[in-house]
């Protein structure tokens, strides 16, 4: 969603330092992760709600992948299939609300595709949205160290009677203006906001789901966005690229 400026109000906010390191995993994690690969044999299939060994492990490797599952604690929850919905899109599947983990997942996991990047001599500390597969790309010196499933603008919604474009802009920007917490506006509230283009931001949302469905902002998960919010300081470039699906 888009919200007016001048009527925002931070009433809220929660604190990621603890999250940050494990996800801003250093320039070595895709090597280390990939001398201990997953065994698809050794997992069970995962669904939605399930806990145990296998949902740690997989929580494990996410978060190593530079995915966020949130807390790692066995439980297959909201978070955790956000990021399974990230990394299945970025190797080329088509996730499902359920989010499965079955045989293929696994595989993927074991040995996964890296994303690439959608710019070219992009800056070294940038965020990238990549509209067309619905996500969200962090990078900090120049490796990449957040993945995220997003949700970005629908293509319009009604305010008093009008039919109002709700398209996610293109182009390049830069981050101008941070929220603390929560702000409210004509259009609703959203969480952790990070301005790029008037009143476009990345930011926190409790419904992110598999669609595009904001008023023009990007969503991401409530948990990622404290993360987002600590590797996005004000003037870090921000790259939007492609067309959200219908």
């Not at 409790?206 to 987002?228: F, N």
Request: proline fraction near 7%; include cysteine; charge should be positive.
């Amino acid at each position: 969603m888009r919200i007016s400026l001048g009527k925002a109000a931070a009433i809220g906010t929660l604190s990621a330092m603890a999250l940050v390191p494990a996800v801003a995993a250093p320039a070595t994690a895709y090597a280390v992760a990939a001398t201990s690969p997953v065994s698809a044999q050794a997992n069970p299939t995962l669904h939605f709600g399930d806990k145990g060994a296998a949902v740690t492990r997989l929580q494990q490797r996410l978060i190593a992948l530079h995915y966020d599952p949130g807390t790692v604690d066995g439980q297959y929850g909201s978070q955790t299939r956000f990021a399974v919905w990230a990394f299945q899109k970025v190797q080329g599947m088509h996730p499902t609300q359920a989010a499965p983990v079955g045989k293929l997942t696994w595989a993927a996991l074991a040995k996964p595709k890296t994303p690439k990047s959608i710019v070219k001599g992009g800056a070294k500390n940038r965020a990238e949205v990549n509209l067309s597969r619905q996500l969200l790309y962090i990078y900090k010196g120049g490796k990449l160290v957040l993945i995220s499933h997003i949700s970005s603008g629908r293509a319009y919604y009604y305010q008093n009677g009008q039919k109002i474009n709700a398209r996610t802009p293109t182009g390049n920007y830069a981050v101008y203006r941070k929220a603390k917490g929560w702000e409210t506006g004509p259009l609703g509230k959203l969480y952790k906001g990070n301005y790029f283009l008037r009143g476009y931001a990345i930011h926190g949302e409790p419904d992110v789901p598999l669609y595009p469905a904001s008023h023009g902002c990007v969503r991401t998960p409530m948990h990622t966005a404290d993360i987002v919010a600590n590797l996005l300081p004000i003037g870090t470039k921000v790259y939007l690229r492609g067309k959200a699906p219908a």
